[in-house]
């Protein structure tokens, strides 16, 4: 085959500049996730510390409209509204990703999705002054459907443009830009800065700076590579697309993969929902991702931020206090996942998660054993604390960064959107569920609470462990080979097709001659 034939020499010289992170690479990695991630993570933290203020404003509107004071049962449902708004909204973001993926593209999608921030931020930074508190309840919507595109969208984009071999760590770079933003929206809060009556309608508005980036910085990159040439079938843009990111001219053999791929695929066409929920040749792939998304969510993580507070005043640390000690738990929550972004090509994405939820699963255990014990024993209140900062670590190694990388590398060009749509439903569902559920289980439960949390840990390991393969470093065709086995089905080829387009390659690589070189 002449593609590595007479260019022998200028293929072996790319294999190494192929896994390089170049500067364009590095570019839009940091544009989509700071403009997109990034606003997640401050939308899920951002109305913590500003909340009793917050429902001042609620009482005090509701009185200069009627006269009376807000009864406590209505005020209590009006901020439930305002909190379980914004993973409802991220449920209906998900069920967009299929149909806007596909028809304007992943950068596409991700530029119309700024349009939702900017009205949201525009909304509820005016909303003190506009007296109303309807609109915070609805911009929560919004922003809801943003984050819900966003974290599934920036994924997708990121991941079909990274190098095989550096596809996980950059696939980690958009959980690393959630928990950037959970940990500025804590900073932001703090009483001394935003967090208080004044500043709370700054803090809600300052959302929008990011997207405005974004719409700035984005279009001077390009799409999706896999997008324009499997989707669109203009192999010259994804060519250009991939010679731009890869810093050289040689991507020939990408280019080849991304044609087999296409070839394998062109009985199915494009899978809606419904047709993946339907088709065996992707069954364990649909089951293992509905699995980690689900162990994700219901593992406890909301759950243990909600009790820090509580596990860090009985230690004895001063209520004045606590805010820095959350920003600290925010802090470790950024190291470890830039950790994760540094060790997931070395140690692969099946360790992290393993490891990630066996820590999960062992915390949670000890601390419903030191949340019993602590009022008899004085020391237990230090080992809750030492369970809170082992499960934060454990999360954001495997658990929180590792399931949406491991959607993009697990399907094909035709079945991705549809399974990030699947994937990021269950996150949002499970997300939703774990808010409106856990006050009731911590009222009736208490502290056993967190053995629930345990045992889905535990069958989370138990089914990555016996179904979930190794995907570090491997073409996607590789691992759709290696879940065909899997699933029992036989991958289909059409090898003429594929034979006449590398001689057609190998031509055109004859024609450049010796112009990846001279680079």
């Known amino acids: ?239 250009q697309a991939l010679q731009r990111l890869r810093g050289w001219d040689d991507v020939d053999e990408e280019i080849e993969e991304m044609f087999q791929e296409d070839q394998s695929e062109k009985e199915e066409g494009q899978f809606s929902v419904l047709s993946l929920c339907t088709f065996r040749g992707l069954r364990w792939q649909l089951i293992s991702i509905i699995v980690m998304m689900m162990g994700q969510q219901l593992s406890g993580v909301n759950a243990v931020f909600y009790y820090a507070d509580r596990i860090f005043e009985a230690a004895g640390v001063a209520s004045s206090s606590i805010q820095y000690v959350t920003v600290s738990i925010g802090a470790i929550n950024v190291i470890m996942t830039l950790l994760a972004v540094f060790i997931v090509e070395s140690l692969g994405r099946r360790l992290l998660l393993l490891a990630g939820f066996v820590l999960c699963c062992a915390s949670c255990a000890l601390l419903t054993l030191a949340l019993n014990l602590q009022p008899t024993v004085s020391w237990m209140s230090y080992l809750s604390i030492g369970c809170v900062i082992v499960y934060i670590i454990g999360h954001a190694l495997g658990p929180s960064p590792i399931p949406a990388v491991m959607i993009t590398e697990m399907f094909l060009q035709s079945s991705r959107p549809a399974a990030f749509m699947v994937g990021g439903s269950v996150h949002w569902l499970s997300n939703f569920t774990v808010g409106l559920v856990f006050l009731y289980m911590e009222a009736g439960l208490g502290p056993y609470s967190f053995l629930i949390f345990c045992a889905i840990c535990l069958a989370t390991v138990v089914y990555i462990f016996l179904i979930v393969p190794e995907t570090k470093n491997k073409t996607f065709m590789e691992i759709n080979r290696i879940m065909a086995k899997r699933n029992k089905v036989e991958i289909q080829e059409n090898k003429e097709e594929l034979k006449d387009f590398c001689t057609v390659l190998g031509g055109q690589t004859e024609r450049k001659g010796m112009s990846s070189s001279k680079l």
């Open 1 to 239: 085959m002449k593609l590595r034939g007479e260019n022998q020499e200028s293929s072996d010289s790319s294999e190494g500049a192929k896994g390089k992170m170049t500067l364009p690479l590095a570019l839009v990695a940091l544009s989509s996730a700071f403009g997109s991630s990034f606003q997640y993570g401050y939308n899920v933290s951002v109305i913590n510390s500003p909340a009793p203020y917050m429902q001042d404003f609620y009482n005090q509107t509701y009185f200069d409209r009627t006269g009376v004071p807000m009864n406590s049962g209505f005020q209590t449902l009006l901020w439930s509204l305002t909190v379980s708004m914004f993973p409802l909204g991220g449920f209906f973001g998900s069920l967009m990703v299929w149909p806007l993926v596909n028809n304007c593209g992943r950068k596409g999608t991700l530029l119309i999705n700024n349009l939702f921030s900017i009205a949201a931020a525009i909304l509820m930074g005016t909303s003190e002054t506009a007296k109303t508190f309807e609109v915070i309840i609805l911009s929560r919507v919004i922003m809801g459907i943003y984050a819900g595109l966003a974290s599934n969208v920036v994924p997708m984009f990121l991941g079909e443009m990274s190098p095989k071999n550096l596809r996980g760590a950059i696939g980690i770079v958009p959980q690393l830009f959630i928990t950037l933003g959970i940990l500025v929206a804590q900073i932001l809060g703090l009483n001394s800065i935003l967090g208080n009556a004044e500043g709370w309608p700054v803090l809600l508005g300052l959302t929008g700076i990011p997207s405005l980036i974004q719409l700035l910085t984005l279009p001077f990159f390009p799409e999706s590579p896999r997008f324009l040439l499997i989707q669109k079938g203009n192999e010259e843009q994804a060519r």
